[in-house]
């Protein structure tokens, strides 16, 4: 048995067997799109590329957040068996699922009192607070408690580097994750935005440039600058477009870097829409220079 359960959200954008094999929680969020609700469960129900595609399409899918209900469930399944609980959550500055987190946690924290539940808001989304989950999966086996993976992983969690293009600014203000001020820097025809997860989880725009091609020789140039440790493999997320995430990580091997390729998944994906493409590695400062 493990020293405690490890509980997470499906805005990591792992694969089903990832959880399973690892025996790590996964509190799904849910998306609205065509007249469907859906749970996220990993691209199981409607597959990324089909979800992608009703977005070309013009659909617009809505998302809502993790239920209070569901963390209830899984926390209390590992304090009924004795173990502490860790949740590592999507960012507060994008939604409220952390929230929701944390009220499960303290409705039962005076009913467990023998037990410790913490919550580490990890700041960060797909591929970022999978590289934070992944870094507490590696403790929790290693035999690590609880308690010393939560303080360690809230260290970590402001070199998570989050570096992000998409085609189209439109989703990310639609669903208020972005300033109109800020969509505006990407109307221009052949923009395209750069994009960054500052300290508070939240995005921002910290540049432009013109054609899908520079974009994506942006995010490699900046991530090999920006790594902390060329050995690190370097997590790749893309919205529906494998040929320009395989581009990226091409042009990452040249530099020598290791990386691998995910799907953003249908929560993260209603906000970016088709074409996003990002890197998620561990650096310095988040903010790029």
């Not at 440790?229 to 040929?243: A, F, L, N, S, Y």
Request: glycine share 8%; hydrophobic share 35%.
């Amino acid at each position: 048995m493990y020293p405690f359960t490890l509980v997470t959200d499906s805005t990591i954008d792992e694969t089903a067997s990832y959880f399973s094999q690892n025996e790590i929680k996964c509190v799904p969020l849910a998306f609205t799109i065509d007249n469907r609700t859906i749970e996220e469960d990993c691209g199981q129900t409607v597959s990324f590329h089909q979800f992608y595609d009703l977005l070309r399409q013009g659909k617009q899918s809505s998302t809502s957040q993790a239920k209070l209900d569901t963390f209830l469930t899984i926390f209390r399944e590992a304090l009924d068996a004795g173990q502490d609980v860790l949740y590592i959550g999507f960012s507060s500055g994008l939604s409220g699922t952390f929230h929701a987190g944390c009220m499960a946690r303290d409705e039962l924290a005076p009913l467990y009192p023998e037990r410790k539940i913490f919550c580490v808001d990890s700041l960060s989304a797909t591929g970022g607070e999978y590289l934070l989950v992944d870094k507490a999966r590696e403790m929790r086996d290693s035999g690590c408690t609880a308690e010393i993976t939560a303080a360690a992983i809230e260290q970590m969690r402001l070199h998570v580097i989050h570096l992000v293009t998409v085609d189209d600014l439109g989703h990310l203000h639609r669903g208020g994750r972005l300033s109109k001020t800020s969509a505006v820097v990407g109307s221009l025809l052949g923009i395209k935005p750069l994009i960054w997860v500052d300290n508070e989880g939240k995005l921002s725009v910290c540049g432009k440039v013109r054609g899908r091609q520079k974009a994506i020789q942006y995010l490699a140039d900046r991530t090999v600058r920006e790594m902390s440790d060329k050995k690190q493999i370097v997590r790749i997320c893309h919205g529906d477009c494998p040929e320009d995430a395989q581009k990226l990580a091409d042009l990452l091997k040249k530099s020598g870097v290791q990386s691998d390729i995910r799907y953003i998944g249908t929560v993260i994906g209603s906000h970016t829409g088709p074409g996003v493409l990002t890197t998620f590695f561990f650096g310095g400062d988040r903010k790029p220079e």
